[in-house]
């Protein structure tokens, strides 16, 4: 049985799935060993290769099944897998600086490795719950968390870009001023731009923008009382229950991203809009409720594009490795491996 697996490198754990050549997830959940990407390269690719026997044993089959591999790294990277020469977060080891982490899995494994960015990875899982591996569609996902990724699908392919950075939708600028409510509001992203996506919606934006703009306006709110970042972190849930304050932080949010994805429905006419990350990980009734409110947010459509569905994506979890695993997948059925 030919079986394609997937390996999501994250800062502190290595997360593992299995998919068959019929598109069959062979691990339910979370896999994970731990990733030691601090000690560098040759200490971590090992730690991926002993990983994976665990995965194989975890999924019930012969590692020798395994016939291809797909990685996917917070980046930036280069569109191939070569890590930035400036280093990142998540790769602070010297020997990491400009490290083709794809073709040293490659070389280590034995087996051909296909990469993607987190991101990518993730719109490519979002899109393939929807259309399967084999799509011809065209899709953008956000995803929110601490930060807004994601990716463009086109043609069931993930735009990777010239240097790495395709599908970076969190820096895209947004026309933020004609979302009611937040008269003189300036939310500034750590990319230095003003406005952009990830500067309305996302965990940092709770924290940075919203709560000082929003709680000076509802005096004696509790969310006032504790600290910032972990008050952020509680927005969510709040809303979730009806708190009056942080359904408005979320109301706003959701306005954004209608802005952003008509931007998107104009640019690529895509086959779906796929929304997922943290900010959705909440009761189904508020999931409902926040999609109608990107809808609210996104000017009036063409009577031809009006009806564009708009998802909410699975399994936050295990999003970038089950993408991983499916990039590869189309490695090995182009290459004739399953
Ligand atoms: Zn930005």
């Given at each position: 049985m030919e079986v394609v697996a997937g390996v999501d490198l994250g800062g502190t754990a290595i997360n593992y799935t299995l998919i068959t050549r019929e598109e069959k997830f062979l691990i339910e959940g979370l896999c994970e060993h731990p990733a030691l990407s601090k000690q560098g390269p040759d200490v971590c690719l090992q730690q991926i290769e002993d990983g994976l026997k665990i995965a194989a044993e975890f999924g019930k089959i012969p590692l020798t099944d395994i016939v291809a591999i797909g990685l996917d790294t917070p980046g930036?990277?280069?569109?191939?897998?070569q890590l930035s020469a400036k280093g990142s977060t998540n790769f602070?080891?010297?020997?990491?600086?400009?490290?083709?982490i794809r073709e040293g899995l490659a070389r280590k494994l034995n087996k051909p490795v296909s990469y993607l960015n987190d991101g990518n990875a993730g719109a490519l899982w979002g899109h393939f719950t929807i259309f399967g591996a084999n799509s011809k569609e065209t899709s953008v996902s956000i995803v929110i968390g601490t930060g807004l990724g994601g990716g463009v699908i086109i043609d069931g392919n993930v735009v990777k870009g010239r240097k790495g950075f395709g599908g970076e939708l969190g820096h895209v600028l947004i026309p933020y001023q004609s979302i009611p409510g937040i008269e003189g509001m300036k939310p500034q992203c750590n990319c230095g731009r003003l406005g952009d996506l990830e500067s309305v919606c996302s965990l940092t934006a709770i924290e940075k923008t919203f709560l000082p703009y929003f709680l000076p306006k509802y005096t004696d709110h509790e969310l006032g009382k504790v600290d910032r970042s972990k008050a952020a972190k509680m927005v969510r849930g709040m809303a979730d229950r009806g708190d009056a304050m942080c359904q408005e932080i979320f109301r706003v949010q959701a306005h954004g991203i209608g802005l952003f994805l008509d931007e998107m429905v104009n640019t690529f006419d895509p086959d779906a809009l796929i929304i997922g990350g943290g900010a959705l990980e909440a009761s189904e009734a508020f999931q409902k409720w926040f999609i109608e409110q990107v809808r609210v947010g996104m000017p009036t459509q063409r009577e031809e594009q009006a009806d564009i569905p708009i998802y909410v994506m699975p399994n936050g979890d295990t999003a970038g490795a089950r993408g991983a695993a499916i990039e590869a997948l189309k490695l090995a059925r182009s290459s004739g491996l399953a």
């Open positions: 930036p990277a280069s569109a191939a897998g602070v080891h010297a020997d990491w600086a400009g490290y083709d």
